[in-house]
T-cell receptor, first 111, second 114 residues
């Protein structure tokens, strides 16, 4: 089976812009979670989607949003980018309530 | 509040030596526990997981971890480290009733010297 894929792998944006990141889960996985990884804050949970519904949400401002499509693919959007949004954004998919499998991440740089 | 502590930010071991990475957690309910490894510029790879049952769990690449409820610990071990094990290791805890929302420790960077 193919693993979790994330596109694009690298992205450079400027402050105030918005960005959309995409995640394709492992075939058959219905749960998709998003995490932000920064040197200062480490790995932080953003949100989780299951069957097109947001089931869990972390402590991030409303500028961070996401959605899931009927084929389980997911996108996350960050509006009005700030310098502090520079990070590695990781997507993880899960076939059950126990194990999450991570993609390679999208590295976002905000200038 | 849920939290995971990895006390060692950096660890250096010689190739062939044994390894133990420490992880302590704070969790109100029965936790699911995980160890992930991350190579530079890469995503996270699952090494092993513990949900219930035998407190000594085996993972990939020769790693094992032992769950000790009394000490709220889930330490990762490997009897003989290889140079390719150099990476960052993350301990994580998750709720047994929710699919997402893993809480990660800060990570331990492992350096292997030849």
């Amino acid at each position: 089976k193919a693993g979790v894929t994330q596109t694009p792998r690298y992205l450079i944006k400027t402050r105030g812009q918005q960005v959309t990141l995409s995640c394709s889960p492992i075939s058959g996985h219905r749960s998709v979670s998003w995490y932000q990884q920064t040197p200062g804050q480490g790995l932080q949970f953003l949100f989780e989607y299951f069957s097109e519904t947001q089931r869990n949400k972390g402590n991030f401002p409303g500028r961070f949003s996401g959605r899931q499509f009927s084929n389980s693919r997911s996108e996350m959007n960050v509006s009005t980018l700030e310098l502090g949004d520079s990070a590695l954004y990781l997507c993880a998919s899960s076939p059950d309530k126990e194990t999450q499998y991570f993609g390679p991440g999208t590295r976002l740089l905000v200038l | 509040a849920q939290s995971v502590t990895q006390p060692d930010i950096h660890i250096t071991v010689s190739e062939g030596a044994s390894l133990e990475l420490r992880c302590n957690y704070s969790y109100g309910a029965t936790p699911y526990l995980f160890w992930y490894v991350q190579s530079p510029g890469q995503g996270l790879q699952l090494l092993l997981k513990y949900f219930s049952g035998d407190t000594l769990v085996q993972g990939i690449k020769g790693f094992e971890a032992e769950f000790k409820r009394s000490q709220s610990s889930f330490n990762l071990r490997k009897p003989s480290v290889h140079w390719s094990d150099a990476a960052e290791y993350f301990c994580a805890v998750g709720p047994s009733v929710s699919w997402g929302k893993l809480v990660f420790g800060a990570g331990t960077i492992l350096r292997v010297k030849s």
